[in-house]
C-alpha cells in the first residue's frame, strides 16, 4: 500500500532506515493475536538486525498507520512486557486503537455526516472490524485494542491524524491518555484530510501530504539532521501498513 511504501521511501529520503513488512489479514479462520504475532517477530528481527544494518541501535522506531497503528502499539506494548529492546519512537498514523470509538466533537460529527457513506467509519463498521480480528465483541484484550491498556512507560509518541476521519478521536483520545501517564506525545491534523490521506502520493496539490510526511521524519531525526541533507541522521523504523 501507499501509506507503507510511499512513506517508508520518503521517510528513508529524508535518512531513516526503513523496514517495511506486510503482516497476515484477518479472515474468518486466522484471527488476533497472528497478525500482531507477525508484527511481534518482524519487530524483534528488525531490532537484532539494527547493528548489522549499520543504524543507531538507541534510535529504533515502530510505527503504522490504521490498522497498522493498532498493531504498532500492540506490538510495543508486548515490547515494554517483555524482553525484547523497546523502540525509542513509536509513530501512529490515524490509528484506530479503542473499542468502541469514542464519540466525535458534535461540530465535527456534524460536518462527518455531509460526507459519503464510501469514507465513512460507522458504528457498525467497528463492530464489523473488531469482530472480524478478534472473533468476539467481549473480553477484548488491552492488545488487541491498546487503548484500553496500561500505558505507562511507553516511548515517545507522535500521532498523525486526519480532520475528517471517524477514527480521529481513538488517535485525540489516546494522546490524553498517554499525557495522563508521563508519556512524551505531539500531534497534528492534516487539515481537510480523509482518513488514510497518506496513500496520497506527495505532490504540490495536496501539501498537507508533505507536512504529514515532515511530521512523522521529525520524530525520528533531530531537526540539524532534517536541515543538513547532506549529513543524514542514520537510524531505523519499522513501518506497518494499514
Not at 73 to 100: I, N
Not at 204 to 225: C, H, K, V, Y
Request: net charge negative; glycine share 6%; aromatic share 6%.
Amino acid at each position: 500500500m501507499t501509506e507503507a511504501h510511499v512513506v517508508s521511501a520518503e521517510l528513508a529520503a529524508r535518512g531513516a532506515v526503513v523496514a517495511s513488512v506486510d503482516y497476515r489479514l484477518a479472515t474468518r479462520t486466522l484471527r488476533y493475536p497472528a497478525p500482531l504475532d507477525d508484527v511481534d517477530a518482524a519487530w524483534r528481527w528488525f531490532s537484532n538486525a539494527a547493528a548489522y544494518l549499520r543504524t543507531d541501535v538507541s534510535r529504533l522506531g515502530i510505527g503504522g498507520a490504521s490498522a497498522g497503528g493498532n498493531l504498532a502499539a500492540a506490538a510495543t506494548l508486548r515490547e515494554r512486557d517483555g524482553a525484547a529492546p523497546l523502540p525509542t519512537a513509536m509513530l501512529l498514523a490515524y490509528p484506530l486503537l479503542h473499542f468502541p470509538v469514542p464519540a466525535l466533537a458534535d461540530t465535527l460529527a456534524a460536518e462527518m455526516r455531509e460526507l459519503p457513506r464510501m469514507v465513512r467509519f460507522l458504528p457498525e463498521d467497528i463492530v464489523s472490524i473488531t469482530r472480524t480480528y478478534l472473533g468476539r465483541l467481549s473480553d477484548i484484550s488491552p492488545q488487541a485494542m491498546p487503548g484500553h491498556a496500561n500505558l505507562a512507560s511507553l516511548p515517545a509518541t507522535s500521532i498523525l491524524l486526519s480532520e475528517y476521519d471517524d477514527l480521529r478521536s481513538s488517535g485525540e483520545l489516546f494522546e490524553e491518555q498517554l499525557r495522563d501517564v508521563q508519556v512524551p506525545v505531539v500531534s497534528t491534523v492534516a487539515a481537510g484530510m480523509l482518513h488514510g490521506h497518506l496513500n496520497l502520493t506527495p505532490c504540490g496539490a495536496m501539501p498537507e501530504i508533505e507536512r504529514s510526511l515532515d511530521f512523522l521524519a521529525e520524530a525520528l531525526m533531530p531537526a540539524e539532521a532534517l536541515r543538513e541533507s547532506d549529513t543524514p541522521t542514520r537510524i531505523a523504523i519499522r513501518q506497518i501498513g494499514g
